[in-house]
């Protein structure tokens, strides 16, 4: 599980790296005549880009084994498994070290892969100072890596019980027991055990009979035990669907699947860290808002459209927010728009090229359905160059969805609150909350063209 380096990209520039030389002569010894040192970090920055550009969605290119997903990569052909996570244009970058025994397991059960899953995650926390030009987070990021990860070995990850070390704050009693590193200050007050479950859902909808929808769910299990002392937690995740390529924390000391359900034995720290993650199996995914577009153009200068959604009985009917954004690249700035939505509120764009439905907390009825008829006019055209996506024009263009579902989940994951068990015994109190968020949620205009890859026309 050890590391042999962690790198901070942003386009072609290296912002930090760190490089762990006793973890590279493990690599030399157990690769042997295999062995392929690391390249220059130019070399590197350049391999990692063109790699990660190749095999996401926005390459059009599918990775060619399924063992390496997103967001485990190989890199220049030789470097494996490399896990690349990317936040806005920052790219965050980590080789494990592999050696005989990592090779003969599935890469995601690998333990390097998911301490360098957990590590990159924490290092995202240094980004906002960073991006700021604060020069102080170069120097916390080393003395974050040097404390989290003595000579690449993962250790105490979790960055706020890294400076609570460092810091010096001493525990809150005397302890018998062994105390975990991520652990250095304890809990003392009312116990309780806050599981926040949110799952994140992409799709395209295209409205065409040859090309079958996409729809992918992935979910992440955070949790908060506030317990007093060093207990270890036993629950049982269950879940109504199948779900599939559980990763869990380091912190996880045992667990085991069966059908539909995930025993799991931890220690918990005492902040708030994500406990595993998962994935929907994709046969059993379904839209949980399915969407109808149409718009076609009136004259050189308006269009006219209908927006239509149905939200599937499953998925609550209680929203923090759902929005569509119909966004128009290749017009001018909107002059007028002319609506009567079934509910919610229309408003333009601050950019001019786009309008915004705010449909609210709420589908309305039984059959919890909304539509938008409407009239949209536009400004002439500056002439000016245009910008972004060249494809969307004319009547090539989508309908954006944005929603956060309270207590809303398509796998129907949840822990079950009997099956919470903690040795040394004591009676915490459970809970349990859910969310489902929408990530990239797409619907093309039926009556233009629309983008996919082959893989999805061919998809059974």
């Keep these: 599980m050890a590391q042999r380096g962690v790198w901070l990209l942003q386009g072609g520039r290296l912002l930090f790296s760190r490089l762990f030389p006793t973890v590279e002569k493990r690599a030399k010894f157990f690769a042997g005549e295999a062995y392929t040192p690391l390249p220059s970090n130019a070399a590197w920055c350049d391999a990692v880009i063109a790699t990660h550009k190749s095999q996401t969605p926005a390459g059009k290119v599918a990775p060619c084994d399924e063992e390496h997903l997103p967001p485990v990569y190989v890199v220049a052909g030789v470097y494996s498994p490399v896990v690349i996570v990317e936040e806005g244009d920052i790219l965050l970058v980590a080789l494990p070290l592999v050696d005989s025994q990592?090779?003969?397991?599935s890469l995601m059960k690998n333990e390097g892969v998911s301490m360098a899953l957990v590590l990159l995650e924490e290092l995202s926390k240094f980004l906002p100072a960073l991006l700021q030009g604060d020069k102080q987070a170069l120097v916390e990021m080393h003395s974050y890596l040097s404390?989290?990860?003595?000579?690449?070995?993962?250790?105490?990850?979790?960055?706020?019980?890294?400076?609570?070390?460092?810091?010096?704050?001493?525990?809150?009693k005397l302890l018998t027991e062994k105390q975990?590193?991520?652990?250095?200050?304890?809990?003392?007050?009312?116990?309780?055990v806050t599981l926040t479950i949110v799952e994140t859902v992409s799709a395209v909808q295209y409205d065409k009979p040859d090309i079958p929808d996409i729809c992918r769910v992935s979910g992440t299990v955070?949790?908060?035990?506030?317990?007093e002392g060093i207990p270890q937690v036993s629950l049982v995740f269950t879940s109504k669907s199948a779900t599939e390529n559980w990763i869990k924390?380091?912190?996880?000391?045992?667990?085991?699947?069966?059908?539909?359900?995930?025993?799991?034995?931890?220690?918990?720290?005492?902040?708030?860290?994500?406990?595993?993650?998962?994935?929907?199996?994709?046969?059993?995914?379904?839209?949980?808002?399915?969407?109808?577009?149409?718009?076609?153009?009136?004259?050189?200068?308006?269009?006219?459209?209908?927006?239509q959604l149905k939200l599937h009985e499953s998925i609550s009917n209680?929203?923090?927010?759902?929005?569509?954004?119909?966004?128009?690249?290749?017009?001018?700035?909107?002059?007028?728009?002319?609506?009567?939505?079934?509910?919610?509120?229309?408003?333009?764009?601050?950019?001019?090229k786009a309008v915004v439905w705010h449909i609210g907390p709420k589908f309305p009825g039984r059959e919890m359905e909304v539509a938008l008829p409407a009239t949209i006019t536009f400004q002439p055209s500056d002439g000016a160059p245009r910008s972004g996506d060249l494809f969307c024009t004319n009547q090539n263009q989508f309908a954006r969805v944005s929603f956060k579902s309270i207590e809303g989940s398509m796998s129907g994951t949840t822990a079950d609150p009997s099956s919470l068990v903690l040795f040394p015994n004591s009676k915490p109190k459970l809970q349990t909350n859910h969310f489902l968020v929408s990530e990239d949620y797409i619907i093309w205009n039926s009556l233009g063209q629309v983008r996919f890859t082959l893989s999805d026309a061919t998809r059974p």
């Excluded at 990592?102 to 397991?105: G, P, R, V």
């Excluded at 955070?222 to 317990?227: G, H």
């Excluded at 046969?283 to 969407?291: E, Q, S």
């Design 318 to 352: 209680n929203f923090e927010y759902c929005d569509v954004e119909l966004p128009f690249p290749d017009q001018g700035r909107i002059a007028d728009v002319q609506g009567q939505a079934t509910v919610g509120t229309l408003s333009v764009h601050p950019s001019g």
């Design 147 to 172: 404390v989290a990860c003595p000579f690449g070995t993962p250790l105490l990850e979790q960055r706020d019980a890294v400076f609570r070390t460092v810091n010096g704050r001493p525990p809150t």
């Design 102 to 105: 990592d090779a003969k397991t």
């Design 222 to 227: 955070f949790c908060k035990a506030e317990l």
């Design 180 to 192: 975990p590193a991520w652990k250095p200050v304890l809990f003392k007050g009312k116990q309780q």
């Design 249 to 307: 924390h380091p912190c996880v000391e045992a667990s085991d699947a069966n059908a539909n359900s995930h025993k799991i034995r931890f220690l918990p720290s005492l902040d708030s860290f994500p406990l595993a993650h998962y994935k929907l199996d994709s046969k059993a995914a379904t839209l949980p808002v399915r969407g109808f577009y149409q718009m076609k153009a009136v004259d050189g200068s308006s269009v006219k459209l209908l927006v």
